[in-house]
């Protein structure tokens, strides 16, 4: 599978997970999976609102670990 698809497949998932604690637990935290594209298979926890906020800044959810990673390497952000 390609990086670019993978991470769209992540982004999919996400989606799910945000409507489900949206509709169910919203003022809980889940677990969303790292967006960085690498097959890392960390979890961010996340509240639904800034889940949210990310997507709507057209931001790709990233634990702080690869978050790091890619600022050391000057790496582009995987958007999409
Ligand atoms: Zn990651």
Redesign the pocket.
Known sequence: MSRHRHSRLFREVNNRIYDLLESAEPDLPGEFL?????D???RVLLLPAEFANLRQAGQAV??P??RRRTELAGGVPALG
């Open positions: 790292c967006e960085c594209g690498r890392c298979g960390r990233r634990s670990d690869c």
